[in-house]
């Protein structure tokens, strides 16, 4: 029987889904596959999500607490709230999301795109916002490590994000072996490029850096989050999904 997603969204578009402290968005991708014509192991298939929607689920709980910290410690509170006022009284918030450096992957945003994407597309975008993360993550924690005035309770977030994010690629990367082991890591990944940023002298640049590295990571992270928890839907659960 062919699997599918039911979507009850209204609107022609699925950006602005995911609301939260900023803007989130949430797209959802779908193709028929006969799961017992991929040949796949229905129980170690289900470990392997069971594991990944727990890995996702930590992960962004992670990042948004880290996002928090940002606003209520002292060591970054007052500039982090200056930079959401000054972007909502110059109505910026919605555009901050075009700052993120995982705009180049390109994800559905309308319901038609959604209704062509298949579950290959899916599965790559997935790998791409993850590799996408890597290098950032680990130089996220070596700049903090190198602030004397960054306070444990965020560099903790941070190292725990990064190493979280490790296992959780990893466990993407055998669950794609195993539906589709033609999908290959060889794609280069968007570049970072607000290391410079991160390091710079002046205090406005780097904080505007670690709140827009905050902001983006915490979206990316929930879009990966959804995406996961509905491959699981269709690969383990089967028949029609309803996500909306």
Not at 29 to 44: C, D, F, I
Not at 60 to 86: G, V
Request: charge should be negative; aromatic fraction near 8%.
């Amino acid at each position: 029987m062919p699997l599918s997603l039911t979507q009850t969204c209204s609107s022609g578009t699925l950006l602005m889904l995911l609301v939260s402290n900023l803007l989130l968005w949430e797209k959802v991708a779908s193709a028929p596959m006969n799961v017992s014509e991929a040949g796949l192991s229905k129980v170690s298939l289900k470990d392997l999500f069971d594991n990944a929607t727990a890995l996702a689920e930590n992960i962004t709980e992670l990042a948004t607490e880290m996002r928090l910290e940002f606003f209520h410690d002292k060591f970054s509170s007052e500039i982090f709230n200056k930079i959401i006022l000054d972007l909502s009284k110059k109505n910026k918030m919605a555009e901050l999301v075009n700052s993120c450096h995982t705009l180049p992957i390109k994800t559905p945003d309308t319901t038609e795109e959604v209704r062509n994407t298949t579950i290959e597309g899916f599965l790559k975008l997935t790998l791409s916002i993850l590799h996408a993360w890597k290098d950032p993550l680990k130089h996220l924690v070596a700049e903090l490590s190198a602030m004397p005035e960054a306070p444990h309770v965020i560099l903790s977030k941070a190292k725990a994000i990064e190493a979280q994010h490790k296992i959780f690629l990893e466990e993407i990367v055998r669950i794609v072996s195993k539906v589709n082991p033609a999908i290959k890591e060889t794609e280069d990944p968007p570049v970072w490029s607000d290391l410079e940023s991160l390091r710079a002298a002046d205090e406005e640049i780097r904080f505007f850096a670690l709140y827009l590295f905050s902001y983006c990571l915490r979206l990316d992270l929930r879009i990966v989050e959804f995406y996961v928890n509905i491959l699981k839907c269709i690969f383990i659960n089967g028949d029609i999904c309803y996500v909306f």
